[in-house]
């Protein structure tokens, strides 16, 4: 899998150095190790895991701000756990609903010595922290609407929202909440992988 690893960074442009490059592959074995038994995610050949959960993931990186960064539905910690082993600079918050996945999570980010990472379960809407995010993503979470509905009580004041979405979501940008406007919608060129890809980002009303 190193290869290719080495060989998917290459293609999209990422330059990551090979310490981060060994705990992404590290991440991936616990992820297959876990799967077996908790059925965490159905992507289970190893070129897909490395396109479809770490490059996926790993192309969010120009379009987050701020320190405080939140992973709402992580799940199997996608995308929170690629970027957070590689932005050890910034904080991360894992939030699921599942304590099966949150068991998962907890281990991963002990094991993979991730002192920038805390693990939250609980369901997002009842999650009430000491102060609001710079960024909060959600990968598979819903509609946009869904989205902003229940993450708003969740975010900084000049926070932003980030949706990854596979096709241009026409129907759900039609249904944004008046309290937010979009902020834009960029079509994503991931090379490796034959599939659309799009991140919307929101920002308050001022």
Request: charged content about 20%.
């Amino acid at each position: 899998m190193k290869m290719l690893l080495t060989q998917a960074l290459k293609e999209n442009s990422l330059s990551l150095s090979g310490a981060v490059q060994q705990k992404l592959l590290r991440y991936l074995a616990l992820l297959q190790t876990w799967n077996r038994v908790f059925n965490l995610t159905t992507i289970t050949d190893p070129r897909e895991m490395i396109y479809l959960h770490l490059i996926d993931s790993l192309v969010m990186s120009p379009y987050l701000q701020g320190i405080r960064l939140l992973d709402v539905g992580s799940g199997a910690g996608l995308p929170g756990i690629p970027l957070a082993i590689a932005h050890p600079d910034q904080q991360w918050t894992l939030l699921d609903k599942s304590s099966k996945k949150t068991r998962f999570l907890t281990q991963a980010a002990a094991e993979l010595e991730l002192a920038n990472v805390s693990v939250i379960h609980h369901r997002c809407e009842d999650f009430q922290p000491p102060a609001g995010f710079d960024s909060i993503l959600s990968r598979a979470f819903g509609t946009i609407r869904m989205f902003a509905e229940t993450t708003v009580h969740l975010l900084a004041p000049d926070g932003i929202l980030i949706a990854m979405k596979g096709k241009y979501p026409q129907e759900e940008l039609a249904d944004v909440p008046a309290a937010f406007t979009v902020e834009d919608v960029i079509r994503l060129d991931i090379k490796g992988i034959n599939a659309e890809r799009h991140i919307v980002r929101l920002r308050m009303k001022k």
